[in-house]
Structures are given as structure tokens and as C-alpha cells.
């Protein structure tokens, strides 16, 4: 077990992270799986802190943790956008979501709904940076295609 001095080091990594680890692994995991993910990642966390602060992007590793350590359902619930805070959003988005392949899924939930860089979604997802821009190429195209938006050039 990592060292924690007297644990404020930790509990700061914890409101800091926290909040943004628990909204990626909602929109990867689904509202009913990501607070056990959450639980998950923050305890390994704790136990392995030393490790974990070292690391560039701690947030990107334990959102790999959550995953790799609570069950897949086969769809997950998304949120609503009144619990996101999200005035005005498109009701038929959450759908369209849902029906990307999970890769495309994530990636997009990623980076477009909780401002992750690509860099950090990479390291999020175990993949690399490049394909994070391809799946969420991708995704923005079948999403706009579903949703019938059109695209000015």
C-alpha cells in the first residue's frame, strides 16, 4: 500500500478527480454501473497511491480501472440531459448514442461530453490518440447522418 501521509494529498486528488472520473465512466458504463466503477477506481487508487500520483494522467488510468472492474451491461442508461444540466439538448441524441458501437461511443462521450483531450481519452481507453480522432470521426458522422443535421462547409 502506498504511503499517504496524513491523507489530504489524497482526498484533493479525490475532489478533483472524482467528479470528472464519475462523468466518463457514466457515459461508457451507464448511471446505474459508473458509482460502483467510481468506488472501484478511487480504492484502488488509494491502495496503489503512490503509483497512481506519479502518474501523467491518473484520471485517464483509473477510468481504465473502473472499467476492467465492474460488469458490462449490454446497453448502458445514459443520463438525461436535465440531470447534465444541458438546456436545449436534441431529445433523440441519447438514442443515437446509444446506438454507436461502444469504441465510438466512449470516444465521442469522451472528449465531447467531458472535454478530455484526445491524448487523454487514448489513455482512458488503451488505445492511441489517432484512432481516439477516428472513432470520434466517426461517430460524429453517424450521429449527425441520424440526426439529419447538416454540416456547413
Known amino acids: 500500500m502506498g504511503t499517504h501521509n496524513d491523507g489530504t ?3 484533493d486528488f479525490v475532489r478533483a478527480t472524482e467528479p470528472r ?9 451507464g448511471v446505474d454501473v459508473a458509482q460502483e466503477a467510481v468506488a472501484e477506481a478511487l480504492a484502488y487508487a488509494w491502495e496503489h497511491w503512490t503509483e497512481v500520483q506519479a502518474l501523467a494522467n491518473p484520471a485517464g488510468y483509473l477510468f481504465r480501472v473502473g472499467q476492467s472492474r465492474t460488469r458490462r451491461r449490454a446497453t448502458p442508461q445514459l443520463p ?3 440531470s447534465l444540466r444541458i ?7 441519447i438514442p443515437a448514442l446509444l ?4 469504441r465510438q461511443r466512449s470516444a465521442v462521450w469522451l472528449v465531447h461530453a467531458c472535454g ?6 487514448a489513455d482512458g481507453l488503451g ?13 460524429l458522422e453517424r450521429l449527425r ?3 439529419e443535421v447538416e454540416t456547413r462547409a
Open 145 to 147: 447522418r441520424d440526426l
Open 9 to 11: 494529498e489524497f482526498e
Open 21 to 29: 472520473l464519475r462523468r466518463a465512466l457514466i457515459g461508457c458504463r
Open 127 to 139: 488505445i492511441s490518440a489517432s484512432a481516439v480522432g477516428t472513432h470520434v470521426g466517426r461517430a
Open 99 to 102: 446506438a454507436l458501437p461502444e
Open 87 to 93: 438546456p436545449d439538448i436534441e431529445p433523440a441524441l
Open 116 to 121: 478530455w483531450t484526445y491524448a487523454e481519452a
Open 80 to 82: 438525461s440531459p436535465e
